[in-house]
């Protein structure tokens, strides 16, 4: 019995661990970002706009609707450390969205980028992590 505790507990601090080493899914950064698109902007201190993040990626994705231009988008996120109320630093994964427009030529014309954190365990939006460029 002892040993089946210890194997049990062994295995859920390996299982922990690997969350870290893995940053979250295409699938599940885009889903954390569409499940906040209501939050309106005046609300994130790094992002003040009187729209709604629904609105910021209207306008974001559609710079190339009905041109000749194409949008590029391209998501990644990093390992940082993200200060939540109270002082409490802990580990989370800072999401970048960037939306680049180009010409037929491939020439740069216009960029959007959008940047958020994830909690580093449940990969779940973190409020007041948003940043708008």
């Given at each position: 019995?002892?040993?089946?505790?210890?194997?049990?507990?062994?295995?859920?601090?390996?299982?922990?661990?690997?969350?870290?080493?893995?940053?979250?899914?295409?699938?599940?950064?885009?889903?954390?970002?569409?499940?906040?698109?209501?939050?309106?902007?005046?609300?994130?201190?790094?992002?003040?706009?009187?729209?709604?993040?629904?609105?910021?990626?209207?306008?974001?994705?559609?710079?190339?609707?009905?041109?000749?231009?194409?949008?590029?988008?391209?998501?990644?996120?990093s390992l940082?450390?993200?200060?939540?109320?109270?002082g409490n630093?802990?580990?989370?994964?800072?999401?970048?969205?960037?939306?680049?427009?180009?010409?037929?030529?491939?020439?740069?014309?216009?960029?959007?980028?959008?940047?958020?954190?994830?909690?580093?365990?449940?990969?779940?939006?973190?409020?007041?992590?948003?940043?708008?460029?």
């Amino acid at each position: 019995m002892r040993y089946l505790i210890l194997i049990l507990s062994l295995s859920g601090c390996t299982g922990h661990a690997a969350d870290l080493s893995r940053p979250p899914t295409g699938e599940q950064v885009f889903h954390e970002l569409l499940k906040n698109g209501s939050i309106h902007l005046n609300n994130e201190p790094l992002c003040k706009a009187n729209i709604n993040l629904f609105t910021q990626l209207s306008l974001a994705l559609s710079v190339s609707y009905e041109s000749d231009n194409t949008a590029i988008i391209k998501s990644f996120c990093s390992l940082t450390k993200h200060e939540f109320s109270g002082g409490n630093i802990k580990n989370a994964w800072d999401c970048t969205v960037q939306i680049n427009e180009n010409n037929k030529k491939g020439d740069f014309i216009s960029s959007s980028t959008i940047v958020f954190s994830l909690t580093a365990d449940k990969k779940e939006f973190i409020k007041g992590s948003l940043r708008c460029r």
